[in-house]
């Protein structure tokens, strides 16, 4: 059982990460719409639904089966990696 007594979530995720040997990862790999499990969608498939720039950059796609929302790798991602990687 772990304690975790702080109010801060990032520093409460950090305390369970540390204190039960986590290997914290970001995977994003269901909709945090619905929370289906995505699947892959090929780039094709989705141009015409990105923003002109994400079609520029990205090529790995995912798109919930329920609600048809659209994912791909971005900054957001990026981000969210170097905050678990304390």
Known sequence: MV??????????????????????EVRLT??????????????????AAVPEHVRRTQRQFRRCPTCGRLYWPGSHVERMQARLRW
């Open 3 to 24: 304690f975790v007594a702080d109010n801060d979530p990032r520093q409460q995720l950090e305390h369970l990460v540390s204190e039960l040997n986590l290997r914290a």
């Open 30 to 47: 269901r909709c945090s719409v619905c929370n289906t499990p995505t699947v892959p969608a090929r780039a094709e498939e989705v141009e």
